[in-house]
């Protein structure tokens, strides 16, 4: 993927919270000219229960920008087992939305 924009600044930043939470985020600006894209995802754990079985609750909030225009907007819910199934599922709209963006 050829692009201005560094490596560092495209890799998505994962911060762990407590009680098994995380939220993952980018800012990506390709240029002075354009406007920052932003994608942000948390994911909040519920335990297990009588009743229910463990649940990470994932949101994902994102706008993409191409130069000045907005592209697209990501608002996605889901819920999840594990985090790991969480964490994968973040990466693969992070993916589409580099797609828009770059």
Do not use: H
């Not at 354009?34 to 909030?61: G, R």
């Not at 990501?74 to 797609?99: G, N």
Request: some cysteine; hydrophobic content about 35%.
């Amino acid at each position: 993927m050829k692009t201005s924009v560094p490596k560092k600044q495209r890799k998505l930043q994962i911060i762990e919270k407590e009680n098994r939470a995380f939220d993952c985020f980018a800012t990506i600006k390709k240029d002075a000219y354009c406007m920052p894209s932003k994608f942000y995802a948390t994911t909040v754990y519920y335990p297990a229960t009588a009743e229910e079985t463990q649940t990470y609750l994932t949101t994902i909030d994102a706008s993409a920008y191409v130069g000045t225009e907005k592209a697209k907007d990501f608002y996605k819910t889901d819920e999840f087992d594990t985090a790991r199934q969480a964490l994968k599922w973040i990466r693969k709209v992070y993916a589409e939305f580099l797609k828009i963006v770059l």
